[in-house]
């Protein structure tokens, strides 16, 4: 028989005395009750010691807290706890603050609205059931997929911690499309000392393994007990326990080459840069003839992209400024969100820079072996003075369209990652953030989610590592079973919960003993197979709980009789 | 004298990011806020979503908020400023005051989490903010949707038929020195022009910009449907001037129509203005006491990576919520290291 | 038509519905009297039955508060209940039950006003409506 213990939380005078009056008499009228104090700061230390005492002397069982919004006390009960002599799931908050006392028009109504909270509180309470927490070891084991920059960085920066890092890259060496990186335009550095230092600063970390010219082939298991199956280009398999994986796999550019934009004389960015690094005295040249006239026509494939135009507006000041190149810069809008970037774009219009911001798409075409544009400049105020502008020239740079690589689709397969719309790992969604991904454990990082500059993506790769260390740094995971559970006798392996399961936390696999279709006269030793929920992969959403055809699974926290007991109706 | 190992000062997005990040790290942190609430600017925001999420993330601030209140680990002093510090990169003693009291704590690294404030409209005298009651600033109209649960203009409280935003003020101005762009405004506004014209669908709004800049996820799509949003007109043109004629309670504009190519002059029911960032001015004197220095465009500059003193968020260069976050998590990782470093 | 108060069971999933009613009352809104709030961890947590068995035990009508699109904290919980709540509108149909009973609102975490005007506006649509046939 429950025996609950009530605490009225005056939180600090916010929950007048004639109405704590009110609900107090209204308590002593119900049954199970084993006492009713008021209290302060309850989530203070000295406010949870006097808790614990009330209780220890009340004999209580379960506790309903009579005061504000559940997600005041949560924190200091449900999720750190055991810091009163309870379990977590046997406690309860009759939320009258915000939800009776400022909702209603007149204290009158308030506190019949209140009486009924609290009356179907305690019945909610009443029918909660204690919960265990359970550890899960965690060892300091963690799976980068993709060598490329950011993966290089988060290896390095979890290696520092004493984890043992696989990095696994798909080609033949690591570095990704960083290697065609030729300059930094805002640092001294030398970008092929910088990639090379962070390349072999790799193979030099003992607790780092490079594996190369090998791919994922399988994907087993949850967080913390994660079976990597990795298959080399010779054909040797081999299977890799680890704790956590971090997927950094990166982007693909595709250039358009039809018609025109496969003329020699049109090149794409990183070309451009590869030319600036190499270009010695102070002209350029271009199949050995010198470059006067270059154009940069941006944003014809993505407009959401800073990276293009930000590296333009950087090339195009070197060549104007050092190269002796007459430099037009066209695109819809001139993005000089980054640091430090309106500034660069004064000067390289101050150093003669032309900017053409158009909007109807440029069109090119040849004219006596150079490369005619036309454009209509939008910035002329007059629409009669918005001429077509011609422009010849000797080159052309044009932005390449961000696309995922083509393994990302195998990829979100076997790790059973969502893709978002435009096939790039996880959607947009803002409750995930930046770093997690739909399941514990696996993080996303860098370009394979949304290509962008190299210092956002550093930022990310620090990010996920902050992620990551948070996961493994205690060496075990704790959890408790308020998560969904299957009882196997009711399974039919319908398949629909493994489908459903958002974090993919639901396998359908040999454990259940017997089912209620085992055939007479089988043996204890048939396993059937059941659909099982990992109880530390489940976030306990209770979508699967929900749409389970033969009510099979139980989310603990949240059953029928809790809901019904919710809907306020005397049952 | 009690010891904590982080203080963060500034309980914002960023600096609430920062606390949770360690807290799970196990480090117990001291959260210090000047005003009476946490939550800084980015709680005053509304849900700008239409018929589906806009990914604005003001939701996500609002979660963090509830979920720091409670935690053991992490100790909130509201109504809070520092006001000196002595001591060692490391050993870091702090004075700290609330009203009247006075108290002192030991910490090993501080994390700045000043964040920003908006540029002050009235600055732009030609605008007429502060002056004219039907022009306001983005973040006048975030609140105004966010407390009052609909839009109306200040003058008689009836719903504005006609709405003009005005992009970059504040920023990317020579004639002020801003010389950055504040790298939000834009995809904000077209997100409040979104949501504002879901709820209200005879609404027509008028954006005049400069360069349409991208912010938050999946702008390309976003974007596309402003463009094909008949009640949305995209204007490259920002207008010098309000006009305010008392007789009619009109507000006029000067602009160049696009169609026409020429001069236009309309009358708005209601303007708002999308005012930069600038850094919070009591983040000013705190970086000073704290010895550090700003950058060209008066934000927090990065301080030397031994002497223990973090800086995160807005206040060391502008950034949406999303980049915020993110950055917090990159700041929680380093003040991580530099603490196992000295152990 | 006497005048009467609709009893409103509304599912509020913690993500948008619970916490957009608490800042319903911080901002001291008033809600009709007649509500009861069911907080769920996420929408996709509603059964079809619940939503029935609400206007069986006498529930003259029934809101779902939800998350947006591409919002919800466990990616698909909103649009399963979407999914349930037109199956549910199917049922009602071939019972002679009014469709407006059972309803879905998206709002996010901070759309207190929102909510209070969704759940005023339903109170008043139900008012209309008159009292569930079947209590």
Redesign the interface.
Known sequence: MARIGIFIDALQGSIPISFRESITAFIQGIPHIAFCVEEENL?S?EGLDRMTKSIKAGGADRIVIVGG????????FHK?GY?VPLNPYLFAVA?V???A?????DEN?AI??AK?VVA?TIRMVSASHALEAQSLPLKPEVLVIGGGIVGISIAQ?LA??KINVTLLERGKGLGGSALDLRKFYNRPEEVRKWMDEKVSGVSRVPNITVITQAELKRLDGHVGRFQAKIRRHDGTETLHPTSAIVVATGYAAQREAKGIYGHKKVIVLPEMGKLLSEATDSSLLWEGKKVEMVAFVLDGV?????VDSINAIKQGLLLQETLGCQVAILC????????????LY?KAREKGVLFF?YEEPPKLSIVNGQIQVDVRD?AA????E?WPVSLLCDLIVVSEAFTPTPETESLSGLLKL?LG??GFLM?????????RS?RRGIFVAGACR?PQEVS?SL??A??V???V??LL??GAYDYDLAVAEVDPKKCAVCYTCPR?C??SAITVEKYAERNIYSPPGAGDETKWGAAKVDPVAC?????C???CPAKAIT?HH?TDEQ??A????R? | MEKKDVLIVGGGISGITVAL?LA???IPTALVERESAIGGLSASFCCKASES?N???A??VD?RI???????NISIFTETEPTGLNGNPGDYTISLKKGKQREDLKVSAIVVAAGIDPYEASQKAEYGYGQFKNVITAKDLDEMLRYQGRLFRPSDGKLPKTIAFFQCVGS?D?SIGN???S?VCCAYALRLIKAIRYQYSEVKATFLYM?????G?????F?TSCRADKGIRLI?SLPSKVYYSPLSENLRVRF?D?E????AEESFDLIVLSVGMVLNKDAKPLAQLLGLTFT??GFIAPPAPDSGVFVTGACS?PKDI??S???A??T???V??YL?GRN | MSVFDPKI?AFCCD?SGY?A??M???L????P?NV???????A????TI?LL??LE???DGVLIFACYE????????NL?ARG?LSYAHRMLEKIGLEKERLEICHLATNSGTKLAEALQRKSEQLRKLGPNPIK
């Not at chain 1, 959607?427 to 930046?434: A, G, I, S």
């Not at chain 2, 360069?211 to 912010?215: G, K, N, S, T």
């Not at chain 2, 996820?217 to 799509?221: G, K």
């Not at chain 2, 026409?260 to 001069?263: A, I, N, S, T, Y």
Request: aromatic share 8%; net charge positive; glycine share 6%.
């Open positions: 989530t230390s919004s559940p997600k005041n006390y949560e924190a200091s750190w810091l939320n603050r915000e939800q006392l400022w909702q209603m028009v109504a019949e609205r009924a179907k920066e520092k911690t993505n407009e959401d992209i800073k819809k809008d001139v993005k000089v969100a980054a640091e430090g970037m309106e500034r004064r911001k939008t105020i007059q629409k009669k918005q969502h719309s435009r959607e947009d969604n803002p409750q995930l953030l930046r770093v739909n949304f956002e930022i990310e620090r990010a590592a902050q992620e260390i948070a740094s205690k459903l958002p974090h976030y306990g959403c209770g979508i709980v929900a749409e989310l949240e809901i019904y919710q809907m306020g109706f049952d | 990040e799970q790290l196990g999420c990914k604005c993330f939701c996500v979660k509830s979920e720091i209140r409670g935690r053991q990317r020579e010389l950055y762009c790298q360069d349409i800049q991208p912010a996820a999946s702008f390309q799509e974007l490259r160049i696009p026409k190519g020429e001069l060209e465009d260069g999303d980049r976050i993110l950055h998590k990159s929680a990782f380093h991580y290291q196992k | 069971v993500q916490a009613a608490d319903a009352g911080t001291k809104l008033k809600l009297k009861e709030i069911v907080r769920v961890p996420c996709g947590r509603i059964e619940y068995k609400a035990k006498g529930a591409e919002n919800c904290q466990f990616l698909r919980g399963r349930r």
